[in-house]
């Protein structure tokens, strides 16, 4: 690897405050949280799930149901990469039927990660409505796919990666881009 | 992490990690089945044989449910339907196959080794579903599976098999996967069906239940293979069943929380009673549900290509651990 150039483009206190903003703005566009399901994408969107329950929460008074989903099985490009990727379970509590469904991921990139999920959540039953939240959205779609809520947008080239750290998995909460300089 | 061989032929050729790496995406795979959809896309356009030379409903049925939910194309055949019976080798009827654009062979077969063949004159993917006496791999999978489920490790635990160890591929692939995993595993059965020198293979040898069954966790009880023995190994199935059926009063003198486990079909009142074969000790309902989600996992992971063709690079690290398109 070359050397890289990497720049931090928020800390933990401003992803705290984007996570309320998108919880305050999940309510305000449902009405309320009647008859929500957030759905986080693993792996990091699943955390970034689990925080916008805990904020709805602590706004509503009320606990939305939670889900995880894996989407390994559902990628386009699975012919194209060497080995298989590691499948890990995904884990809806009850129906998907009638409900809106928040998607959750770390970071909007082509739109073929949500294409997949989307697929995923409608093998398990018709939503009502599917509704797109990202704390990063870099750009580059692919797909005809728009997210509902974003924490930041982002500018990017595609020689650049955004890296979304969380204190979950790593051990710290920052979001940064770094471009590889070879 | 990844299968070292795009073929399953066997659990001798698998470390405990590329073991432990198949259980755990079978625990994945187990939730596709209890979906409203029970199909996921990730095979879609591959295509997959089931050419099955000997009779079986179980093991083809969970395979084909398998690759169904897997979204793959199948087709399959069996002896009876096929140019087998105008004489036409197995080499000719799979380079046949081959020249179709087949992705993958799960073959059974009455002569050990014939998959290993396949396996070296095909270029696709080769899965064994029972080769002679010598192995069965899925079968050892879904029963390791089972027993990780129910007791939450294979580490230590004790597990004796119990019947026809010389003509049993089950056993061969149990007691591999077993003890590559750590487990104590004994044989129990008529002295004529206990191989010379299976002791080098890790395990120990009762010549009675009553030897050592107060100490085991699981009690694997084989079929009786009337089919598979040739000549007079076994005496009388009344015999058979007296010195070796497990049975209510065997069961007493087990652990409180043993557990019995069988590969089916069942000779009910033979090998094993009824009211054990459907009591509360035996999980060999769940050894079937396992059974798909195992053969999913195998088929899911040896679809990955050719892991001896390609060098370690750092995009399949990167593809391996989750990483995604955005």
Partial sequence: MGTRRSAQIMDAEEIERAITRIAHEIIEKNRGCENLLIVGIRTRGAHLAQRLVDRIEAIEGRKVPLGILDITLYRDDLSSVATQPIVRRTELPGSVVERTVVLVDDVLYTGRTVRAAMDEIIDFGRPRAIQLAALIDRGHRELPIRPDFVGKNVPTSHREQVLVLMQEQDGEDKVAVEEVLT | ?326
């Fill in chain 2, 1 to 326: 992490m990844r299968l070292e061989s795009r073929h399953l032929l066997g659990l001798e050729d698998l470390g405990p990690d590329e073991i432990s790496l198949i259980l755990d995406t079978a625990e994945s795979f187990r939730e596709v089945s209890e979906r409203e959809i029970r199909k996921v896309p990730v095979l879609r356009g591959k295509t997959i044989v089931n050419y099955f030379a000997e009779p079986s409903t179980r093991t083809r049925v969970s395979f084909e449910l398998a690759e169904k939910r897997l979204s793959a194309d199948t087709v399959s055949i069996t002896t009876a339907g096929s140019s087998a019976v105008k004489g036409e080798t197995l080499r000719d009827a799979a380079r046949n196959l081959e020249a179709m654009h087949i992705d993958m062979i799960v073959i059974r077969h009455r002569a050990s080794g014939a998959p290993h063949f396949l396996a070296k004159h095909l270029d696709v993917a080769v899965i064994n579903a029972g080769d002679g006496c010598h192995e069965h791999p899925t079968q050892g999978l879904l029963d390791l599976l089972s027993m990780r489920d129910h007791f939450g490790r294979l580490e230590g635990l004790g597990v004796v098999i119990v019947g026809d160890i010389a003509h049993s591929r089950v056993a061969r692939s149990l007691i591999w996967g077993l003890t590559k995993m750590n487990a104590e595993v004994s044989v129990c059965g008529p002295a004529p069906l206990i191989p010379l020198g299976i002791e080098e293979m890790g395990v120990r040898v009762w010549d009675r239940l009553e030897d050592g069954i107060g100490e085991v966790d699981v009690v694997y009880v084989l079929r009786l293979q009337f089919e598979r023995q040739q000549g007079v190994l076994v005496p009388s199935g009344r015999e058979y069943r007296r010195l070796f059926g497990v049975d209510r009063e065997r069961l007493d003198r087990a652990k409180k929380d043993v557990v019995i486990m069988h590969p089916g079909p069942i000779n009910r009142g033979l090998e094993l009673s009824p009211d054990v074969a459907d009591g509360p000790h035996s999980i060999i309902l769940n050894q079937v549900t396992n059974g798909v989600a195992v053969r999913m996992a195998v088929i899911y992971l040896a679809s990955g290509g050719d892991g001896s063709r390609e060098s370690g690079s750092e995009e399949r690290q990167s593809a391996g651990s989750g990483q995604r398109p955005g």
